[in-house]
């Protein structure tokens, strides 16, 4: 097995596609929120795998369920019951609101069977079941945003509002089309009597971290129910505490208290600690019309992975992260926005808790290098919006630490 960066580069160069823009850092091991490379340099992880590593590297708890979970049982069809999936499922009912979940591995397979499930229910509204009306149009759209990401299958590719990401894969698949995030005009125009379904996420990542209007969410869900339209978020970057509550859409509360809740709510990243894992959560209305034969997924639910889940949220409400993470995100927008050495070059300061957005003036050029080469780990979205989302238990010292080299790599470049 080749152990040095330079013969490990090479080798990867000969077998493995080269579909992701990868920095030349072969990294070895992590604890907490630290990363080191095989050359023993460490770095501190300020984005945690694109938000998979919500607990950081190798949590205790999580390393605990994982071994126990290996040493009793490894995998089982989903013709049989197990624990693991309920606990998980259980974990939802009592942090978001009463629903039931499909499991797979990723976000892309959530956001797909939320679809999926929004065209059945469309299918049931022209049968004149769901409160449809007999001889109605059957639904089957889906209405997405610009700026939006929604993963990387030809179905996802199509919902997601970047045309970058369609690009090179047309055809594109039928049905899907997107609305500039908070124009509720271009909403309106977009939804015909075919709509099923209106798609977005409650704070936009890849796009460059948008957060959805509150008014706007509020006016969305009225309109969606009026009209018979299944309403997904996809939490799969704001769910399990990152940005201040539990799930992103927890933001979105009313002037009388409750709060704006989606028919479906889809889940990736870090639910799985950052093992495979995808949510679709269902309102139990909505989940009953998945019967056996429309949908499935093989390894989807799998014990190991169900078990460090599980472990993800309750090390969560445990070690009070979420209130954690929300100190931490208010701490740095207040020192981000106040650092005279970077002043000049930055536009604004934006997002909830750990998930937050530096808007630069100017795209800059080598930022993510320089804070590699500084020790810090970061990632630079919509050309010129630096992206932070540590590990959520991420302590104050190395927080501040974190924000020093952010800083230090800014004005350096
Ligand atoms: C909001 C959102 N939805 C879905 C996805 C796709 O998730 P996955 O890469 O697990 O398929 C991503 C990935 O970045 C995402 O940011």
Redesign the pocket.
């Known amino acids: 097995m080749p152990t040095t960066t330079q013969d490990i580069l090479t080798k990867a160069d000969d077998v493995l596609i080269g579909n992701y823009a990868r920095f030349p850092v072969v990294m070895e091991r992590g604890e907490g929120s630290f990363l080191w490379d095989v050359d023993g340099k460490r770095y501190i992880d300020l984005f945690a795998g ?1 938000g998979g590593g919500v607990l950081g590297h190798c949590q205790p708890d999580l390393v605990r369920a994982v071994r126990e979970q290996a040493g009793r049982m490894w995998h089982v069809g989903n013709t049989f019951h197990s624990a693991p999936q309920t606990e998980l499922a259980d974990r939802l009912n009592r942090t978001a609101f009463k629903g039931k979940a499909f499991f797979c591995h ?4 959530a ?1 797909e069977a939320a679809v999926k499930l929004a065209r059945l229910r469309g299918g049931q509204a022209a049968d004149g079941a769901a409160g449809g009306k007999p001889g109605a149009a059957k639904k089957w759209k889906v209405v997405s945003m610009n700026r ?5 299958s030809l179905a ?1 590719v199509a919902a997601t509002g970047n045309p970058a990401v369609k690009a090179g894969f047309e055809p594109a698949v039928p049905g899907f089309s997107q609305v500039d995030l908070g124009d509720l005009e271009g909403l309106s125009a977009a939804i015909d009597a075919e709509t099923a379904a209106v798609l977005l ?1 409650p704070i936009q ?2 796009g460059g971290i948008h957060p959805v209007p509150i008014d706007y969410a509020i006016e969305l869900r009225r309109i969606c129910d009026e009209r018979g339209i299944t309403l997904i978020f ?1 939490e ?2 704001t769910g399990c505490g990152r940005t201040g509550k539990w799930f992103g859409h927890q933001h979105f509360v009313r002037a009388d208290g409750s709060i704006v809740e989606p028919d479906i709510m ?1 889940l ?2 870090a639910v799985g600690g950052g093992l495979p894992v ?1 949510i679709m959560y269902a309102k139990p209305e909505l989940a009953a019309l998945l019967v056996p034969g429309r949908h499935g997924s093989t390894l989807g639910g799998n014990p190991i992975c169900a078990a460090a889940a599980t472990a993800v949220f309750d090390v969560i409400e445990r070690d009070k992260l979420i209130g954690h993470a929300q100190s931490l995100g208010e701490h740095a927008i207040a020192r981000l926005k106040n650092e005279p050495s970077i002043r000049h070059k930055v536009a604004q300061v934006r997002g909830k808790a750990l998930f937050l957005g530096i808007e630069l003036k100017q795209p800059p050029t080598g930022l993510v290098e320089k804070g590699i080469e500084l020790g810090v780990l970061l990632n630079v979205t919509a050309q010129k919006v630096i992206r932070l989302a540590p590990p959520i238990n991420i302590d104050y010292a190395t927080w501040n630490a974190g924000l020093d080299l952010v800083v230090k790599a800014i004005a350096a470049t």
């Open positions: 694109f990723s976000g892309l397979e956001n939006s990401f929604h993963g990387r996802m996420e990542g890849e996809d799969v970057w889809t990736g990243k995808g």
